[in-house]
């Protein structure tokens, strides 16, 4: 009886082996270069052996291939045996991002988006929040929160992050006055915490004064997956499998962490609620605009928008701590390597102070300044947070330059990594020079060889929040500090293969000295 098993389920892998080999060949037909990927995962950044066994990052994986290659416009890789086509050329992805966007609406394919459809409490959190959400509950979401990022509110929160950026400032003089050098991670890293508790939660995450802080150790958990968060994804996607973790109410997504989340989101809404204040943060805008299109009678579901305010408020706050405190920390790094960029930065800083009424730039003045605009948007280009942003195909699409319709259905990959360090596009890529985000370098330049924060209707919705952070933060320390590197400071790190982000594994130190 177990003989007879194996030789079915011996047959049956070998017959299902060469009905994707059959697949596979479609790319070399058409003239696409491609990677055949390992049986049964495939080759894509996601889904590669070595990412899967913690081995590498999977945007460095990513952009390895693209790299491998010679930086082909397009090519294909396997996810799960199915074909994928990973989009290297900032004209191929305006054409996807925006000119043709109403087959691409979807972050995700259909062969994995099951995933997504976990009853429990954890997953519908997941699968309702505007990153996963798809078609036409995506573009309702989408109208309904986009109006809470605007330069005019932002300008209503610029106060709480002002008060964040002081105790950045407190913290680092502690650090000076100790001489000791400073953790650009982990400072960094309290910032985004407070900035974005503040002003999405009005709560103070104390990050500065508590160093197991509860709220810092569950964020940063959401971007990270260790061998049971493989596993569990691996079970799930067995036939039945999300069905069955669902009987057993074990959520496919991380379920402490996300339920920690939720729950201080609802506490807040129901405080606000309860004693009627108001601070006019994200979550008071976010009630705003679910109550307007209740007026307006776009949705009468009030389950499905309060559930939706929930999943969003969760996704602000996981997608806005940690790619804003990297990008912090990594262009501090980048400045204290690069003493020339940091002296440019440091006169345009002073310059703007000496125009400043008001012990704080206010919102016009630091998203004003060209040089820090220029020095944020380096940092990205060499180390996007997303190395990968995917799209799924909901219509059938007649792929242009190839003869070859995409199926409905299939996962496009935008290696953004692969674009930013194309030596076509950004000669000498791996130098750090803001140079090249001057007016006349950009005007010389596809608008879509920069993706660090995606492009078109679906881009990244706290592209402004970001930025007016990240700015307001590296103008407060530069005013203050010189950055140098010391005998403690890597000369180059790798990337931790834990992280979904282009995170660095190593500790990025440095010293400062007191202007
Ligand atoms: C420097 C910091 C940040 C970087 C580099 C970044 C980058 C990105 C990228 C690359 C995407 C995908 C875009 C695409 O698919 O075209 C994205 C999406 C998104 N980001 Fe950000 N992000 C940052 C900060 C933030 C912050 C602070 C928030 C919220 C306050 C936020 C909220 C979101 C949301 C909700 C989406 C999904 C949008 C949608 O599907 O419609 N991000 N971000």
Same mark, same amino acid.
């Given at each position: 009886m177990l003989f007879e098993l194996l030789l079915l389920i011996g047959t049956l892998t070998v017959l299902y082996y060469f009905h994707l080999k059959r697949k596979w060949t479609l790319w070399e037909k058409k003239g696409v270069p491609f990677i055949p990927g390992t049986f049964p995962f495939g080759s894509t950044a996601v889904f590669n052996w070595d990412v899967v066994l913690g081995r590498k990052n999977f945007n460095q994986m990513a952009l390895e291939q693209a790299s491998s290659l010679g930086f082909p416009k397009v090519f294909g890789v396997y996810d799960f045996g199915t074909p994928l086509l990973v989009v290297n050329d900032p004209e191929i992805a305006k054409q996807?991002? &925006?000119?043709d966007?109403?087959?691409? &609406?979807?972050?995700?394919?259909?062969a994995l988006a099951f995933l997504l459809e976990g009853k429990t409490e954890v997953d519908q959190a997941w699968g309702k929040q505007i990153t996963s959400l798809r078609g036409e509950e995506w573009k309702h979401s989408r109208m309904t929160f986009t109006p809470i990022f605007t330069g005019g509110k932002l300008k209503g929160m610029?106060?709480?992050i002002h008060q964040v950026t002081d105790e950045l400032i407190k913290s680092?003089? %502690?650090? #000076? %006055?100790?001489d000791q050098p400073v953790n650009l991670k982990d400072k960094f890293g309290n910032m985004s915490m407070d900035a974005i508790s503040s002003c999405a939660f009005g709560l103070n995450a104390n990050s500065?004064?508590?160093k197991n802080s509860t709220n810092k150790r569950h964020a940063r958990r959401i971007f990270r997956n260790s061998g049971k968060d493989f596993f569990k994804l691996f079970c799930a996607m067995m036939p039945g499998g999300v069905k069955l973790m669902e009987l057993m109410n074990i959520p496919v997504m991380k379920g402490p962490e996300t339920e920690f989340f939720l729950k201080i989101i609802r506490d807040t809404i129901a405080h606000r609620l309860l004693t009627k204040t108001r601070r006019n943060d994200l979550v008071d805008l976010m009630i705003d605009a679910m109550n307007e299109n209740r007026t307006k009678g776009a949705r009468e579901d009030q389950d499905s928008d309060e559930?939706?305010?929930g999943a969003t408020a969760l996704v602000i706050l996981v997608a806005g701590y940690d790619t804003t405190a990297q990008t912090m920390a990594l262009t501090s790094y980048y400045l204290a390597k690069n003493p020339d960029c940091q002296e440019k930065l440091y006169q345009e800083i002073m310059d703007a102070v000496s125009e400043m009424d008001d012990e704080h730039p206010d919102y016009n003045l630091v998203q004003g300044l060209p040089y820090l605009d220029m020095v944020v948007h380096e940092t990205l280009r060499i180390m996007p947070a997303l190395g990968v942003i995917t799209r799924g195909c909901s219509k059938d699409y007649p792929f242009p330059g190839i003869d070859y319709v995409i199926p409905k259905g299939t996962e496009l990959h935008i290696y953004v990594g692969g674009i930013h360090m194309n030596p076509d596009i950004y000669p000498d890529p791996e130098k750090f020079d803001p140079e090249r985000f001057s007016k006349e370098a950009k005007a010389e330049r596809h608008p879509y060889a920069f993706l660090g924060f995606g492009q078109g209707?679906?881009?990244?919705?706290?592209?402004r929040f970001a930025l007016l952070e990240a700015k307001l933060a590296l103008f407060a320390t530069l005013r203050k500090y010189k950055l140098k590197t010391?005998?403690?400071? #890597?000369? %180059?790190?790798t990337l931790d293969p834990s992280a979904i982000l282009s995170n660095p594994k190593e500790d990025l130190l440095i010293k400062l000295e007191a202007r």
């Open positions: 996807v991002m &925006v000119k966007f109403d087959h691409f &609406v979807n972050r995700q394919g259909d610029i106060h709480f680092l003089d %502690a650090c #000076v %006055a100790k500065f004064n508590d559930l939706s305010i209707p679906r881009s990244c919705i706290g592209m010391c005998p403690e400071t #890597v000369e %180059a790190f």
